[in-house]
């Protein structure tokens, strides 16, 4: 089965750093775009940011929200990805998502998601 | 650049619902639709404007027109009450943007 869990969410103070893993199975993860999306309570998604493939040389783009602050790693040999979030602001309170990009099947659709991992920044 | 979507859109069970995704890069981007049930992740069930992945009801369908993407589900149910997602990107392909969402209620 094809499956992404997060792991990593925690309530922490503004001004701190946190970061989240996805760790993946039952799929060639190499061979995929990995993406990172939140959803801030009772809000709708949004695209925190992506990193693209050995073969396109791991580029990664972020949100303007979240640029300079957050970062993006991938861990082939491990079939993991991270998110590495720093300067943390209660705006940045939310649930985040890793999920596969399927350029191959599916059009560059996010197909497969994560159940999600809860991020609280507070004082 | 944005997507913009209905708040909320309501049916009937049997009814035909509706809901549409405006946005000027559609007319050269696809659109993409997800589901997201409360408490759970969202998950794709429309791709490239109107593919249907594998598992997903037949009832599901999607349709672009110019500058409009739309989601159509014939014979809705209970179950399909949720919020809907459209997708795109922005003009280099680079950006991911979604629509607000639309809660769908099926009364």
């Known amino acids: 089965e094809m499956q992404l869990v997060e792991s990593g969410g925690n309530l922490v103070k503004p001004g701190r750093s946190l970061r989240l893993s996805c760790t993946t199975s039952?799929?060639?993860?190499?061979?995929?775009?990995v993406t990172w999306f939140r959803q801030a309570p009772g809000k709708g998604l949004e695209w925190v940011g992506f990193?693209?493939?050995?073969?396109?040389?791991?580029?990664?783009d972020y949100a303007a929200s979240v640029r300079g602050r957050f970062s993006i790693s991938r861990d082939d040999s491990k079939s993991i990805a991270y998110l590495q979030m720093n300067s943390l602001k209660t705006e940045d309170t939310a649930v985040y998502y890793c999920a596969r990009r399927d350029a191959y099947n599916h059009g560059d659709a996010f197909d497969i998601w994560g159940q999600g991992t809860m991020v609280t920044v507070s004082s | 650049y944005e997507l913009t979507q209905p708040p909320s859109v309501t049916v009937s069970p049997g009814q035909t619902a509706r809901i549409t995704c405006s946005g000027d890069e559609l007319s050269q981007q696809y659109g993409y639709w997800y589901q997201q049930k409360p408490g759970q992740a969202p998950m794709l069930v429309i791709y490239?404007?109107?593919e249907r992945p594998s598992g997903i009801p037949e009832r599901f369908s999607g349709s672009s027109s110019g500058t409009i993407v739309t989601l159509t589900i014939s014979g809705v149910q209970a179950e399909d009450e949720a919020d809907y997602y459209c997708?795109?990107?922005?003009?280099?392909?680079?950006?991911?943007?979604f629509g607000g969402g639309t809660k769908l209620t099926v009364l």
């Open positions: 990193i693209r493939t050995k073969l396109y040389g791991e580029t990664i």
């Open positions: 490239k404007d109107s």
């Open positions: 997708q795109s990107a922005d003009s280099s392909a680079t950006y991911v943007v």
């Open positions: 039952g799929f060639t993860f190499g061979d995929y775009t």
